[in-house]
Nanobody
Framework: VVRLMESGGGLVQPGGSLRLSCTAS????????MSWARQAPFPPPGKGLE????????????EYADSVRGRFTISKDNDKKIFYLQLNDLRIEDTGMYYC???????????????????RGQGTQVTVSA
């Protein structure tokens, strides 16, 4: 059974940091590109997941959405089967449910793209509030 389990979310003040982890099992994690995506609390109708960052299967090439570049960093540990998202300089608009996802291929997804991963976890909530 494929399982992706996120952890590390929480409540943080603007400017703060969090580190999310995603533990994978049940499939070829080392052979899979991975991404982090999020969904805002009240997304517009028809708006799906917002892709924010991704890496290739080896975990050596990275892509970031403009909205998080320079603040968020991802890393992939194929030996431990864990995928990380380091969130720094958090903003109120970063609030949302964060998901890790396994992708069919490595790509940079634009905001208007319909991002549909192969597998997705249940998510972990990140709330940025003063």
């Amino acid at each position: 059974v494929v399982r992706l389990m996120e952890s590390g979310g929480g409540l943080v003040q603007p400017g703060g940091s969090l580190r999310l982890s995603c533990t994978a099992s049940g499939y070829n994690f080392a052979g899979s590109p991975m991404s982090w995506a999020r969904q805002a609390p009240f997304p517009p109708p028809g708006k799906g997941l917002e892709w924010i960052a991704g890496t290739n299967a080896a975990g050596v090439t990275f892509e970031y959405a403009d909205s998080v570049r320079g603040r968020f960093t991802i890393s992939k540990d194929n030996d431990k089967k864990i995928f990380y998202l380091q969130l720094n300089d958090l903003r109120i608009e970063d609030t949302g449910m964060y998901y890790c996802a396994s992708d069919p291929f490595f790509a940079h997804y634009s905001p208007n793209d319909d991002y549909v991963p192969t597998y997705r976890g249940q998510g972990t909530q990140v709330t940025v509030s003063a």
